[in-house]
């Protein structure tokens, strides 16, 4: 009994690292996830590329290993709407805020574009969102008749123990707020 608490004990306290690193240049995207549990990393990205009709073609690779991607439906992005939702709420989010470090933040922005006016107008406007952004470092910079540019960097670290409880504690609220529908009841006139 005691090697199963001490193994529980190890699960619980495991660290946890994420990163992310999205970028956007010349006109398509790529993306960049990886993640850490006591040091075993994985690693996967996702690029993309136009074929010879112009059509977006997806390409993914997990580790080493080239991963078929079919855009559809399906319940493949069951793990990541779950993800979503959890962040895009207000109670995830608190859930999150103090069980979550970002240790490293980097957003980049390069507007271009041939007209010179909303370029500028557009670096400034991104340039004002900065106070949003308490950490990292925020750089935005006009390219007068260049390519437009994106590039975001996020680095996390957590506790395995204490996401798990979050996630717990979300789906409890979650559970708790849906309300029982009662019976229809249909009145007959006879």
Known sequence: MIWLL??????LIAPVR???????AKGLPSLQAGGAVWGVRVRGSLHARRDKAGRLLLTGVLGKRPLPLRL????SGT???TLGLLLKSNQGRAALKGLVSVDRLDVFF????SDAASAALL??????LR????????????SFGGETRAYVLCIAHARLGTLLAAWLRWRMRKGAD????KAWTIQSET
């Open 79 to 81: 793990v990541l709407k």
């Open 123 to 128: 670096t400034g406007l991104l340039s004002a």
């Open 178 to 181: 849906r309300k029982e529908e």
């Open 131 to 142: 106070p949003l952004l308490p950490s990292g470092n925020f750089r935005c910079r006009p």
């Open 6 to 11: 001490i193994a529980l004990y190890i699960i």
């Open 18 to 24: 994420a990163g992310v690193e999205a970028r956007w």
């Open 110 to 113: 390069q507007i271009g574009g």
């Open 72 to 75: 559809g439906r399906g319940r």
